[in-house]
């Protein structure tokens, strides 16, 4: 068990050493660091509630109340590192659907890079879903991954890709149903779960009605179906 884990969990540990002061000017600097360990312990715990600032402080080697001088309560550093993820996840669908070489494949590959991440931060991902924070505070920064696929959508059916249909009452259906799946398989790992291309693939099809991969590459995959 790491040293936060035991402290959010009531146990106790060695207090870590006491860094310098940072120099005049980089305040940012700290600000950075203390984002970075809030991050990685919520991808431990998966529960912005059980984060403890003072656990933060423990792990940036600094007291406490320096936490404070940066965020004024556990919502706004969660809030901070939410953003941050939420900016990875717009980040990678962009780089991915850029690789393509038309609507349908990168609307896939903007999914394919959702589940991705999510794979590799189950914990960051279940917050990012789940937390309170956002009755509390709002993330109205969640709106851009909304946008981006929505376009996404508009743009196969644009090409003739997918049926013309609302794209955006789509794009709420297709949503659901990837970030459904991504967070029941975070919050039930034993189920026999199908490789979750597959899934994503399906929910292409019958959500937006793309052809699959498969069925694309092979015109008599197409005309047997």
């Not at 146990?11 to 050493?17: L, N, R």
């Not at 002061?21 to 912005?48: C, F, K, Q, S, W």
């Not at 494949?105 to 917050?127: F, N, S």
């Not at 297709?174 to 919050?187: E, H, P, S």
Request: negative net charge; aromatic residues 4%.
């Amino acid at each position: 068990m790491s040293s936060y884990t035991g402290e959010i969990m009531g146990q106790t540990s060695k207090p870590a050493p006491r860094r310098r002061p940072n120099a005049r000017g980089h305040g940012d600097l700290l600000r950075e660091e203390i984002t970075v360990a809030a991050a990685r312990m919520l991808d431990d715990i998966a529960d912005d509630e059980a984060l403890s600032l003072r656990a933060v402080a423990r792990a940036v080697s600094i007291a406490a109340t320096s936490v404070y001088l940066h965020f004024p309560d556990r919502d706004a550093l969660v809030l901070a590192v939410l953003r941050r993820c939420h900016e990875q996840l717009v980040d990678a669908g962009d780089a991915a659907a850029a690789e393509c070489g038309d609507p349908a494949a990168a609307l896939r590959a903007r999914i394919l890079a959702q589940a991705a991440w999510a794979q590799e931060h189950p914990g960051l991902y279940k917050v990012l879903h789940e937390s309170k924070v956002h009755r509390r505070l709002g993330m109205p920064f969640k709106k851009v991954l909304a946008e981006r696929t929505s376009v996404a959508v508009q743009d196969c059916m644009d090409a003739g890709l997918a049926p013309a249909d609302d794209a955006a009452t789509v794009t709420i259906d297709l949503r659901t149903a990837v970030n459904g799946m991504l967070t029941q398989r975070i919050n039930e790992p034993d189920l026999p779960w199908p490789p979750a291309e597959e899934q994503i693939d399906r929910f292409l099809a019958k959500l937006v009605g793309l052809t699959p991969p498969a069925a694309a590459a092979d015109p008599d995959v197409v005309r047997s179906t």
